[in-house]
């Protein structure tokens, strides 16, 4: 049987149409940009998926790590980002080869509803080793206990609209229906969190973190948490 993983390596409609994919990347890039701290640092966008607007970023910082467990995600990458120095792509053992201490800025952005919490907790013990003392681990677009399929659905046709790509979404609402993907969501669901939850996960994991005010991307249910290592602490899990 399926598990996400594997569905993400494979074929997905989750983008209704290419504005929609235009819109997500470009909005994604612009949220993310702003997260970086300057023009030469490093970061990695980790569960990256095919991040279509990852040259602009690179163009932001210094070095931009990709990650992403899709080995049919990272063979398209590696075609697109060929000989762009800047842009290194990484496999799962590769993450190990990215130097300790040496990341400003990890980003996690729509990825955590895929992953139980002992594998978000695997994550946030790498970005304690790979994060600078001074660096940034972005957790974006995660769903809180109390949103369901209409608050996301909502969102989609609020970006949708004002996107112009409304008729394109709601056809594309009808795919997702009867899609893998709404399968899947219904045997395995999405993996939630309160805020509470989060912020004490990420605190007794060695990080001070705060809800940020705005989510990276279009629906603004969703939630981003800002940590940073906690160098006081001594009771890390
Ligand atoms: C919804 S997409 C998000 C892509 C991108 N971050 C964005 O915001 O557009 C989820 C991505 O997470 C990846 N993924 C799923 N499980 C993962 C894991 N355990 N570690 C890293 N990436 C994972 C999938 O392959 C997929 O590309």
Redesign the pocket.
């Known amino acids: 049987m399926m598990n ?2 594997e569905y ?2 494979g074929p997905h409609p ?1 983008y209704v149409n290419a504005r929609h994919r235009a819109l ?2 470009s909005l ?1 890039a612009r949220d993310i940009a702003a997260l970086i701290p300057s023009r030469g640092a490093a970061m990695l ?7 279509d607007t990852a040259a602009e970023l690179a163009g932001r910082c210094g070095k931009l790590y990709l ?4 080995d049919a ?1 990272r063979a398209r990458l590696a075609q697109k980002h060929a000989g762009d120095e800047r842009i290194m792509l990484i496999d799962e053992p590769g993450l190990a080869d990215v130097p300790d201490a040496s990341l400003d800025l990890i ?5 955590l509803q ?2 139980g919490e002992a ?1 978000l907790v695997s ?1 946030l013990d790498f970005a304690r080793t790979k994060l600078k003392p001074s660096g940034r681990l972005a957790l ?2 995660v769903i809180p206990t109390d949103a369901n399929a209409v608050s996301d659905t909502l969102a989609l046709l609020d970006f949708a609209f004002k996107g112009g790509f409304l008729f394109a979404a709601l056809i594309g609402l009808v795919r997702t229906a009867l899609s893998d993907y709404r399968k899947l969501r219904d045997r395995l669901g999405l993996t939630r969190y309160t805020q509470a939850q989060m912020l004490a996960l990420l605190e007794t994991h060695g990080f001070k973190a705060e809800r940020a005010a705005k989510n ?2 279009h629906n603004q249910g969703r939630m981003l948490f800002l940590a940073m290592r906690d160098m006081h602490s001594s009771d890390v899990c």
């Open positions: 996400w993983r993400w390596n989750i997500h990347f994604i966008d980790y569960g990256c998926g095919e991040a990650f992403d467990t899709a995600v980003v996690v952005n729509s990825v895929y992953l594998e994550i974006g677009d990276i991307g």
